[in-house]
């Protein structure tokens, strides 16, 4: 049980200034250059990490390229790669709260939130591929009688993980645990605003026997050290999450160099659907908040346009005005906020643009739409709603990552799925209604990688997560993960 002394006595402790991780040996970077890294809790400078150039990176990928062909990791038998990403997923589970507090101190996500998304998620991750790994085989396949044709999996290589701020333990455990146990040596490269508590996790997996090499880790700036890593002729797979700008980036890079194979986890502007019929308004309203809301609506599938049945709208919008209203903003190491803070301040600059342009645009501002808290020096907004919303308003195209949520009206369920899919991204979608065949149309109807129905959220490693249109391409979570950290070699035997 959380309990609020424990996090206390780990919120004030001094976090050292943080190095690079390269083949196994804490560094800084061959510049010397380090970046500051600001609390968003209260603005204060929290420490410092690497600020990781060319070289660097360069260094990072020839020491995963060397374990890779060490056979090391590569060649170790699933077994005994199980036996370490298990020791992985127990090491990370006992210093859940340590990485936890660390990962808010740095990021400002809501305690609460981060040790079940966090840690507790990441743990879950590399277990469930260490599980996996001796169970995932290649295949016979049915061929003349004098050939015996086989395709059998191998690792890809050296594999390059990009990943964001908003939940850096669970995205970076969804690149790193699948890619580890397929064999593969990887550099990972945190957000410059979120790295402390990958690195700690780094730290672990050495300790809890992973080579050095096999894992290493590169901070700095993204149009620095995440080029460098996108453009290098040596990593063969690119695994990422992020927003579309670097995503499309990114797979100008890969064709610049040497065409290695890019994923993109990308954003959503997903829509949560409530028909008049919903079971029950209360959960919908809930769910819909919660939806939204967690993490300061810095989640790629929130649901940040909810779609309203006409005939509802009006008592809906009520309710869900009051629950947000209720929510708490605050510390987010305390217990008792239900919201923390925005991850960094520009990024709070940019959610508050998105208001001054909805306003401008025509949307009408039901709850929230401020910066709070500002005394506190850290980077508080209200939950935030706008009603009267067009399908085609800025609001409702473009992705805010924060806590702002568009309401649209709907009159009939070809009226919902054309607002649905109204918007260049798939990712994820919510339907609530006790209607089954418009729950099964819905599913069937709706452009996105994931359709919740009567529930937002709460997915398990075990089903895939990948976007359709724009949100991205690949799969994480689940078995069709390691598909991305896989080479299907095919072998013909005559005889
Ligand atoms: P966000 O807007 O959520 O910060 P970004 O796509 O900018 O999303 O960031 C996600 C990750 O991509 C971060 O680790 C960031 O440093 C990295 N990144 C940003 N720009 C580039 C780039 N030009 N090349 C490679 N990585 C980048």
Redesign the pocket.
């Known amino acids: 049980m959380l309990q609020q002394d424990d996090i206390d006595a780990l919120r004030s402790q001094t976090v050292q200034p943080r190095t690079l991780l390269i083949n196994g040996d804490a560094r800084s970077s061959r510049s010397g250059e380090s970046l500051t890294v600001f609390s968003p809790i209260d603005g204060s400078e929290l420490t410092t990490i690497a600020n990781a150039g060319v070289e660097d990176v360069d260094e990072a990928v020839r020491a995963a390229r060397v374990s890779f062909e060490s056979g090391v990791w590569s060649k170790a038998s699933p077994a005994e790669r199980k036996k370490v990403l298990y020791r992985v997923a127990e090491l990370i589970e006992k210093h859940a709260l340590e990485l936890a507090v660390l990962g808010v101190r740095d990021n400002g996500t809501e305690i609460r939130m981060a040790m079940r998304g966090e840690p507790g998620s990441a743990a879950a991750t590399f277990r469930y591929y260490a599980e996996a790994i001796d169970k995932v085989a290649g295949e016979v396949a049915a061929t003349a009688v004098n050939y015996f044709g086989m395709a059998q999996r191998e690792p890809v290589g050296v594999v390059g993980a990009?990943?964001?701020?908003?939940f850096p333990l669970m995205i970076g455990a969804w690149k790193l645990a699948p890619a580890l146990a397929a064999g593969n040596s990887v550099v990972i490269?945190?957000?410059?605003?979120a790295s402390l508590s990958l690195l700690r996790v780094a730290e672990l997996a050495l300790e809890a026997g992973l080579p050095a090499g096999v894992l290493n880790v590169v901070t700095?700036?993204?149009?620095v050290?995440?080029?460098a890593?996108?453009l290098h002729m040596d990593v063969d797979v690119l695994a990422?999450?992020?927003?579309g700008?670097?995503?499309r980036?990114?797979l100008e890079?890969s064709a610049q160099s040497n065409i290695k194979r890019v994923f993109l986890e990308l954003g959503g502007k997903s829509p949560n659907i409530v028909f008049a019929d919903a079971p029950n308004i209360d959960a919908a309203v809930e769910g819909s908040v919660n939806g939204m809301f967690r993490n300061s609506g810095q989640v790629c599938v929130a649901g940040s346009r909810l779609i309203i049945q006409k005939s509802i709208a009006d008592a809906f919008i009520t309710q869900l005005v009051a629950a947000a209203n209720a929510l708490i903003v605050g510390d987010p190491l305390n217990l008792d906020s239900d919201i923390g803070a925005i991850s960094n301040e520009e990024?709070l600059h940019k959610d508050l643009e998105f208001v001054d342009i909805a306003r401008n645009e025509g949307a009408t501002l039901a709850a929230g739409g401020s910066r709070i808290l500002e005394d506190s020096g850290g980077y508080y907004m209200q939950p935030t709603i706008f009603t009267g919303v067009d399908a085609q308003m800025t609001i409702a195209q473009e992705e805010v990552?924060g806590p702002v949520l568009s309401v649209i009206e709907f009159d009939d369920i070809e009226d919902a799925v054309r607002i649905a899919n109204a918007t260049p991204f798939g990712l994820a979608a919510g339907v609530w209604t006790s209607n089954l065949t418009t729950a099964h149309r819905m599913v069937r109807s709706i452009r996105s990688g994931v359709v919740h129905v009567n529930c937002y959220g709460g997915a398990a490693i075990s089903l895939p997560l990948g976007g359709m249109k724009q949100s991205g391409n690949g799969y994480d979570r689940s078995l069709h993960a390691l598909d991305k950290f896989t080479n299907l070699k095919t072998a013909w035997f005559s005889h």
């Open positions: 990009i990943v964001p701020w908003n490269k945190p957000a410059e605003s700095g700036r993204g149009s050290t995440g080029e890593l996108a990422f999450t992020g927003s700008t670097t995503g980036r990114l890079y990024q990552f």
